[in-house]
Protein backbone atom coordinates (compact mmCIF):
# COMPACT_ATOMS: atom_id res chain seq x y z
CA UNK A 1 0.00 0.00 0.00
CA UNK A 2 1.02 3.39 -1.13
CA UNK A 3 2.30 5.87 2.07
CA UNK A 4 0.95 8.87 1.01
CA UNK A 5 -2.40 8.55 -0.65
CA UNK A 6 -4.38 11.15 -3.02
CA UNK A 7 -8.37 11.71 -3.34
CA UNK A 8 -9.81 11.91 -6.19
CA UNK A 9 -6.74 10.92 -8.57
CA UNK A 10 -8.73 13.44 -11.17
CA UNK A 11 -11.60 15.52 -11.20
CA UNK A 12 -12.80 17.86 -13.37
CA UNK A 13 -15.49 20.62 -12.57
CA UNK A 14 -16.94 24.18 -12.95
CA UNK A 15 -16.32 27.93 -11.86
CA UNK A 16 -17.21 28.80 -8.76
CA UNK A 17 -17.82 25.59 -6.96
CA UNK A 18 -16.46 24.41 -3.95
CA UNK A 19 -13.49 21.41 -4.08
CA UNK A 20 -11.99 19.21 -1.68
CA UNK A 21 -8.59 17.44 -2.17
CA UNK A 22 -7.67 14.99 0.57
CA UNK A 23 -4.40 13.70 1.23
CA UNK A 24 -3.76 10.77 3.77
CA UNK A 25 -0.14 9.09 5.19
CA UNK A 26 0.83 6.05 7.04
CA UNK A 27 4.23 7.52 7.20
CA UNK A 28 3.44 8.42 11.29
CA UNK A 29 5.33 12.21 9.80
CA UNK A 30 4.16 14.75 11.63
CA UNK A 31 4.57 17.69 8.94
CA UNK A 32 2.67 17.59 5.48
CA UNK A 33 2.39 20.18 2.48
CA UNK A 34 0.46 20.57 -0.50
CA UNK A 35 1.79 21.66 -3.34
CA UNK A 36 0.53 22.96 -6.67
CA UNK A 37 2.63 22.09 -10.09
CA UNK A 38 2.22 23.79 -13.17
CA UNK A 39 3.85 22.67 -16.72
CA UNK A 40 7.10 25.08 -16.83
CA UNK A 41 6.77 26.39 -13.41
CA UNK A 42 7.75 23.30 -11.02
CA UNK A 43 6.52 22.74 -7.48
CA UNK A 44 5.32 26.25 -5.69
CA UNK A 45 4.42 25.47 -1.84
CA UNK A 46 0.28 26.13 -1.39
CA UNK A 47 0.56 25.30 2.31
CA UNK A 48 1.88 23.54 4.79
CA UNK A 49 1.47 22.14 8.41
CA UNK A 50 4.13 20.83 10.92
CA UNK A 51 1.46 19.44 13.79
CA UNK A 52 -2.50 19.20 13.62
CA UNK A 53 -2.41 22.97 15.78
CA UNK A 54 0.16 24.67 13.40
CA UNK A 55 -0.71 25.80 9.87
CA UNK A 56 1.51 27.88 7.40
CA UNK A 57 0.79 29.71 4.52
CA UNK A 58 3.34 28.75 1.38
CA UNK A 59 3.71 31.18 -1.75
CA UNK A 60 0.69 30.75 -3.63
CA UNK A 61 -2.04 30.18 -0.71
CA UNK A 62 -4.53 33.12 -2.27
CA UNK A 63 -7.84 31.30 -3.08
CA UNK A 64 -6.85 27.55 -1.04
CA UNK A 65 -7.61 27.17 2.53
CA UNK A 66 -6.34 24.09 4.38
CA UNK A 67 -7.69 21.40 7.10
CA UNK A 68 -5.61 19.27 9.35
CA UNK A 69 -7.93 16.82 11.05
CA UNK A 70 -5.47 14.57 11.83
CA UNK A 71 -1.92 14.17 12.11
CA UNK A 72 -2.27 11.47 8.96
CA UNK A 73 -4.63 13.92 7.05
CA UNK A 74 -4.40 17.05 5.93
CA UNK A 75 -6.94 18.56 3.11
CA UNK A 76 -7.17 21.01 0.52
CA UNK A 77 -9.77 23.05 -0.35
CA UNK A 78 -10.65 26.06 -3.12
CA UNK A 79 -13.51 27.79 -1.80
CA UNK A 80 -14.64 28.89 -5.63
CA UNK A 81 -12.52 27.52 -7.96
CA UNK A 82 -11.62 29.26 -11.24
CA UNK A 83 -9.88 28.05 -14.53
CA UNK A 84 -6.26 28.91 -13.62
CA UNK A 85 -6.62 26.68 -10.24
CA UNK A 86 -6.53 23.88 -12.99
CA UNK A 87 -3.69 21.84 -12.34
CA UNK A 88 -1.83 19.16 -10.60
CA UNK A 89 -1.71 19.17 -7.11
CA UNK A 90 0.82 17.16 -4.94
CA UNK A 91 1.00 16.63 -1.03
CA UNK A 92 4.23 15.45 0.89
CA UNK A 93 4.95 14.50 3.97
CA UNK A 94 7.93 15.00 6.05
CA UNK A 95 8.96 13.19 9.41
CA UNK A 96 10.65 15.21 12.47
CA UNK A 97 14.31 15.88 11.78
CA UNK A 98 14.34 15.02 8.14
CA UNK A 99 14.62 17.28 4.80
CA UNK A 100 13.37 14.46 2.91
CA UNK A 101 9.61 14.78 1.27
CA UNK A 102 7.47 12.07 0.47
CA UNK A 103 5.02 12.56 -2.47
CA UNK A 104 1.33 11.39 -2.88
CA UNK A 105 0.73 10.28 -6.44
CA UNK A 106 -1.12 13.66 -7.30
CA UNK A 107 -4.58 15.07 -8.30
CA UNK A 108 -5.37 16.23 -11.63
CA UNK A 109 -8.03 19.15 -11.43
CA UNK A 110 -9.35 21.06 -14.30
CA UNK A 111 -11.55 23.77 -13.75
CA UNK A 112 -13.64 24.78 -16.39
CA UNK B 1 12.85 34.52 -1.46
CA UNK B 2 15.27 31.84 -2.71
CA UNK B 3 15.54 30.78 -6.32
CA UNK B 4 16.76 27.76 -7.69
CA UNK B 5 17.41 27.69 -11.43
CA UNK B 6 18.33 24.56 -13.33
CA UNK B 7 19.40 23.52 -16.23
CA UNK B 8 19.01 22.26 -18.82
CA UNK B 9 14.93 22.81 -18.99
CA UNK B 10 14.51 19.66 -21.52
CA UNK B 11 16.77 16.78 -23.31
CA UNK B 12 16.48 14.69 -25.93
CA UNK B 13 19.42 11.73 -26.36
CA UNK B 14 19.89 8.61 -27.16
CA UNK B 15 19.73 5.03 -25.43
CA UNK B 16 23.16 4.35 -24.02
CA UNK B 17 24.49 8.55 -23.92
CA UNK B 18 25.61 10.01 -20.50
CA UNK B 19 23.44 12.93 -19.31
CA UNK B 20 23.64 15.59 -17.06
CA UNK B 21 22.00 18.35 -14.80
CA UNK B 22 22.73 21.18 -12.50
CA UNK B 23 21.07 23.54 -10.31
CA UNK B 24 22.08 26.57 -8.99
CA UNK B 25 21.15 28.95 -5.91
CA UNK B 26 21.70 32.53 -5.27
CA UNK B 27 21.74 31.42 -1.56
CA UNK B 28 23.86 28.69 0.55
CA UNK B 29 21.87 25.48 0.98
CA UNK B 30 22.46 22.76 3.73
CA UNK B 31 20.74 19.71 1.73
CA UNK B 32 19.92 19.27 -1.82
CA UNK B 33 17.71 16.71 -3.07
CA UNK B 34 17.19 15.02 -6.40
CA UNK B 35 13.48 13.63 -7.32
CA UNK B 36 12.35 11.95 -10.52
CA UNK B 37 8.89 12.45 -11.78
CA UNK B 38 7.24 9.79 -14.55
CA UNK B 39 4.31 10.56 -16.12
CA UNK B 40 1.35 10.38 -13.53
CA UNK B 41 2.78 9.79 -10.82
CA UNK B 42 4.15 12.31 -7.56
CA UNK B 43 8.11 12.69 -7.70
CA UNK B 44 10.18 10.19 -6.20
CA UNK B 45 13.51 10.72 -4.06
CA UNK B 46 16.70 9.53 -5.88
CA UNK B 47 19.75 10.73 -4.20
CA UNK B 48 20.25 13.11 -0.74
CA UNK B 49 23.07 15.19 -0.29
CA UNK B 50 24.12 16.47 3.20
CA UNK B 51 27.58 18.00 3.24
CA UNK B 52 29.67 20.44 0.89
CA UNK B 53 31.57 18.32 -1.51
CA UNK B 54 29.70 15.08 -1.26
CA UNK B 55 29.32 12.59 -4.16
CA UNK B 56 26.92 9.82 -3.95
CA UNK B 57 25.66 7.57 -6.13
CA UNK B 58 22.55 5.10 -6.58
CA UNK B 59 23.02 2.76 -9.13
CA UNK B 60 23.55 4.60 -12.70
CA UNK B 61 23.04 8.25 -11.44
CA UNK B 62 25.82 10.25 -9.40
CA UNK B 63 25.12 13.72 -7.70
CA UNK B 64 27.31 16.14 -6.17
CA UNK B 65 26.93 18.70 -3.36
CA UNK B 66 28.70 21.71 -4.98
CA UNK B 67 31.72 22.66 -2.82
CA UNK B 68 30.13 26.17 -2.37
CA UNK B 69 27.02 25.01 -0.89
CA UNK B 70 25.16 26.43 -3.67
CA UNK B 71 25.19 23.99 -6.77
CA UNK B 72 24.84 20.58 -7.21
CA UNK B 73 24.69 17.97 -10.44
CA UNK B 74 23.56 14.88 -11.37
CA UNK B 75 24.56 12.96 -13.63
CA UNK B 76 23.01 9.52 -15.26
CA UNK B 77 25.54 7.13 -17.09
CA UNK B 78 24.26 4.45 -20.51
CA UNK B 79 20.55 6.31 -20.22
CA UNK B 80 17.90 3.86 -20.65
CA UNK B 81 14.26 4.18 -21.96
CA UNK B 82 12.63 3.85 -18.23
CA UNK B 83 14.81 7.08 -17.41
CA UNK B 84 12.54 9.25 -19.29
CA UNK B 85 11.04 11.56 -16.94
CA UNK B 86 11.10 15.26 -15.35
CA UNK B 87 14.15 15.60 -12.76
CA UNK B 88 13.59 17.85 -10.43
CA UNK B 89 16.45 19.63 -7.66
CA UNK B 90 15.26 20.35 -4.37
CA UNK B 91 17.38 22.39 -1.61
CA UNK B 92 17.16 23.07 1.94
CA UNK B 93 18.69 26.21 3.66
CA UNK B 94 18.43 24.82 7.03
CA UNK B 95 16.43 26.23 10.20
CA UNK B 96 13.50 24.43 11.28
CA UNK B 97 10.92 25.49 8.83
CA UNK B 98 11.84 22.12 6.85
CA UNK B 99 10.41 24.23 3.38
CA UNK B 100 11.78 23.00 0.57
CA UNK B 101 12.60 25.35 -2.87
CA UNK B 102 12.34 23.28 -5.98
CA UNK B 103 13.91 23.67 -9.48
CA UNK B 104 11.70 24.20 -12.28
CA UNK B 105 13.05 20.80 -14.11
CA UNK B 106 14.34 18.80 -16.40
CA UNK B 107 12.35 16.59 -19.02
CA UNK B 108 14.65 13.94 -20.20
CA UNK B 109 13.05 12.22 -23.28
CA UNK B 110 15.33 8.99 -24.26
CA UNK B 111 15.09 7.51 -28.05
CA UNK B 112 15.67 3.79 -27.84
Known amino acids: DADVTQTPRNRITKTGKRIMLECSQT?????MYWYRQDPGLGLRLIYY???????NKGEISDGYSVSRQAQAKFSLSLESAIPNQTALYFC???????????FGPGTRLTVL | GQQLNQSPQSMFIQEGEDVSMNCTSSSIFNTWLWYKQEPGEGPVLLIA?????ELTSNGRLTAQFGITRKDSFLNISASIPSDVGIYFCAGHSGGSNYKLTFGKGTLLTVNP
Open chain 1, 27 to 31: KGHDR
Open chain 1, 92 to 102: ATTGHGTDTQY
Open chain 1, 49 to 55: SFDVKDI
Open chain 2, 49 to 53: LYKAG
